[in-house]
């Protein structure tokens, strides 16, 4: 039998093995104190334990998948640089080290936060080609086929190096040169291959041995093995040629031209004035307060920060607290509220160059009290038709960085499935993403994730496609800088960010035990409450199903990197999910 799941009113800081860091005189203060953490118990059976440490930097501190990606942001803020330069520095090192993810053949989302108060958001999704037409994916009988997820077809402009380039020149305070020095020396020096890239690789040689990836990453058909010192030569030189002429290279330059030259070779559609098109687009985030604090996200052509906003608000419409964590009650209000949100994501969103996007009533709080008004306790409410199914996945990479001057980067950065649409561009040296999937390429029927998007988000050409990202920025109620948190996990990227902030900030747990936390998850369609394994107690489970959810159970959901003040500098934790070579590097 399952313990039951409560909540232990023990302040943190009478147990001695999590008294927080003692902050050094003469350090930078790190803001006002923020409130006693309190200790949770997660059920029987669940895989992690709760009361773990977090690392700690009483300098500054970023979390990401990747450890040598970590440290190459470290080394950049130890030379002097700030959080944008080296969030930079890591999402260049990503697409060296952790190629299943990281790239520069994709795109991805930042939310930047200054000390000084200024905040701001950058759009460097894909947009598709030209060429892209509505019903590009079906079949002669109108169903979807693979070409929007393998192959040359299934990618979209990249947009990765602009992005990140315009991020640096407006927020860094170094050159490009400077902080993509550690990608382009692990690129041209090597870097040892470990177990976990391994075993991905593994996993993924069927799709990527149909590609020239097959060339670099496998040898003979067998993956790079554990302790290699991998070389990407071709990376390398695309990175320095990057580094020297700017973005320009890859859209107006000799990179482009092989991306081109690569496409039109394997039938891909994406031209040489689709690059020469492609921009990055500053977006004023979305700026909303739960329960006091407040919080950055991300506007569309993410549906992250809409969602996950009003989410939120929902759940702060629906009562002064939240019902005890992990009961039936809890899961069946955080289901409910992401159901209700992701019915309006679903219908409603897409890139607001093309469709009228409601932000302002979807984020307010009084069309959240509706919402709620809506949830019964004692009664599930089903989504209108049905028919999804859920497919796991978490490749994609989000990492938070804070620096030791309190500005902080949230970034989430994608190829969509792992190593994306696995047309490795060999003589550049990188991956290509498949992320036209996230379009509905056919409105009403499920993409990749199980989604059922509609008219909105359907496929036009020069749109950025729909995205889940959700990078986030809290402050607490005295505007000090709180939590830097956002996922990898597709639609699940949305309920396991709001879940750890909401576990931070209603729970009052630590940031190792909001990360350890099992996770649930709910889209709206499949009509199903999603749980991870173990991750319910049996009294818990029962609750939810006599009000009417179907349960299932999910090995893993989502992948999170976080970093949180504490008393005297900042934590960090990489999700424990995935272990490898994921990790925080902090002073
Ligand atoms: O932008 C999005 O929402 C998706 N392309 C993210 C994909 C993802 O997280 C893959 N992992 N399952």
């Given at each position: 039998m399952r313990a039951s799941l409560r909540l232990l009113v023990v302040p943190l800081a009478l147990l001695a093995c999590r008294a927080p860091a003692p902050s050094s005189a003469g350090l930078r203060s790190a803001g006002p104190a923020i409130p006693a953490r309190r200790a949770v118990t997660f059920p029987d059976g669940w895989r992690f334990k709760a009361g773990e440490k977090a690392a700690f930097g009483d300098r500054f501190m970023i979390a990401s998948n990747q450890v040598l990606a970590s440290n190459a942001g470290s080394e950049i803020v130890e030379a002097g640089g700030n959080a944008v330069d080296a969030a930079v520095a890591v999402g260049f090192a990503l697409a060296v080290t952790y190629p299943v993810a990281g790239n520069i053949g994709g795109g991805g989302f930042m939310v930047i936060r200054m000390a000084d108060g200024r905040s701001a958001t950058i759009d460097y999704r894909e947009i598709a080609p030209?060429?892209?037409?509505?019903?590009?994916?079906?079949d002669a009988a109108g169903n979807p086929t693979n070409e929007s997820i393998i192959g040359y077809k299934a990618s979209g402009v990249p947009g990765a190096v602009a992005g990140m380039a315009e991020a640096l020149s407006k927020y860094g305070s170094m050159s490009l040169a400077q902080v993509m020095a550690p990608a382009i020396r692990m690129a041209r020096d090597g870097f040892v291959v470990d177990s976990s890239l391994y075993y991905s690789l593994r996993s993924s040689?069927?799709?990527?041995?149909?590609?020239?990836a097959k060339d670099v990453f496998y040898d003979n058909g067998e993956p790079l093995k554990p302790g290699t010192l991998f070389k990407q030569p071709a990376l390398a030189r695309t990175l320095q040629q990057i580094a020297d002429q700017g973005p320009s290279a890859f859209y107006r330059g000799t990179v482009g031209d092989s991306l081109v030259a690569a496409m039109q070779r394997g039938g891909g559609i994406i031209t040489k004035r689709d690059l020469e098109q492609y921009t990055a687009l500053w977006r004023t985030p979305i700026k909303s307060t739960y329960r006091g604090y407040t919080m950055f996200t991300m506007p569309p052509s993410s549906s992250g920060g809409i969602v996950v906003t009003e989410t939120l608000n929902i759940l702060e419409a629906a009562g002064d607290s939240l019902p005890t964590w992990g009961t039936a009650a809890y899961a069946h209000l955080l289901g409910s509220a992401y159901q209700r949100a992701f019915i309006d994501r679903n219908s409603k969103l897409g890139d607001p160059a093309f469709v009228n996007v409601p932000l302002e009533q979807l984020t307010s709080k009084r069309y959240a009290q509706s919402l709620a008004k809506t949830i019964d306790p004692d009664r599930k409410t089903p989504t209108p038709s049905d028919g999804a199914q859920i497919v796991d996945g978490m490749h994609t990479t989000h990492y938070s960085v804070v620096d030791d001057k309190g500005n902080a980067v949230a970034t989430t950065t994608t190829l969509?499935?792992?190593?994306?649409?696995?047309?490795?561009l060999k003589n550049v040296g990188f991956f290509m993403n498949d992320e036209m999937d996230d379009f509905a390429s056919a409105p009403g029927k499920p993409n990749m994730f199980g989604l059922v998007q509609g008219e909105a988000n359907a496929i036009a050409p020069g749109k950025r496609m729909l995205s889940a990202m959700s990078p986030t920025i809290v402050l607490d109620p005295q505007g000090e800088l709180l939590l830097v948190v956002g996922a990898a996990g597709g639609p699940r990227i949305i309920t396991a960010t709001s879940q750890v902030i909401l576990n931070v900030?209603?729970?009052?747990?630590t940031l190792a035990d909001a990360m350890r936390a099992p996770r649930l998850h709910h889209q709206a369609l499949p009509d199903t409450l999603m749980v991870e394994?173990?991750?319910?107690t049996t009294e818990a489970e029962a609750g939810v199903r006599r009000i009417g959810h179907a349960v299932r159970y999910l090995g893993g959901l989502a992948n999170v990197n976080a970093v949180m003040r504490v008393a005297g500098g900042w934590e960090g934790v990489s999700?424990?999910?995935?272990?490898?070579t994921g990790g925080t590097s902090a002073r």
């Open positions: 030209l060429a892209a037409s509505r019903n590009m994916y079906l040689s069927g799709y990527l041995g149909r590609f020239d969509n499935n792992g190593y994306g649409s696995a047309v490795y900030i209603d729970y009052r747990m394994t173990n991750g319910l999700e424990p999910r995935v272990g490898g």
